[in-house]
């Protein structure tokens, strides 16, 4: 990876988290629902978060203070969107193409912001709680 910005050295290590989550999303169960099968995608991600609590927690923190880091996270997160919504979409049945279709954009948008809302939850409690336990808090919020 070429690094061009401090912004990139701070990212640079989840650039592949959109490729793994669409690689567990492909290969959760057909008769999953779509809302298990994403949240279940997420969960590598959030493993790899717990792996480093000390790096990850300062990050997030920098995140939230720094506002062009804030903006390359948001871009980060739509690139990740991108990559699952093809088969977000082919689990509802649906064409990754129909951009009428508010299901595949929906489901994604909220297991990610079930994941910023976790992640902002354990920085500010400085990683008290187990990580998959505040995700699976945040989603079972939504249901």
């Not at 061009?4 to 989550?21: I, P, Q, S």
């Not at 779509?34 to 978060?49: F, G, H, K, N």
Request: proline share 7%; hydrophobic share 45%.
């Amino acid at each position: 990876m070429l690094i061009r910005h401090k912004e990139d050295v701070l990212m640079g290590e989840v650039a592949d988290a959109g490729d793994t989550m669409l690689s567990v999303l492909q290969a959760r169960p057909d008769d999953e629902t779509p809302w298990l099968s994403i949240r279940r995608a997420v969960y590598p991600l959030i493993e790899r978060y717990a792996d480093q609590p000390e790096r990850v927690l300062r990050s997030a923190r920098l995140v939230k203070a720094t506002p062009a880091l804030a903006t390359l996270h948001h871009e980060k997160l739509a690139s990740w969107r991108e990559v699952l919504r093809p088969e977000v979409a082919r689990r509802f049945s649906a064409s990754p193409d129909d951009t009428t279709d508010p299901r595949p954009d929906a489901l994604i948008a909220a297991a990610l912001g079930c994941l910023d809302a976790a992640v902002a939850a354990w920085a500010a409690s400085d990683g008290i709680q187990p990580l998959t336990q505040i995700f699976d808090y945040a989603v079972d919020a939504i249901g």
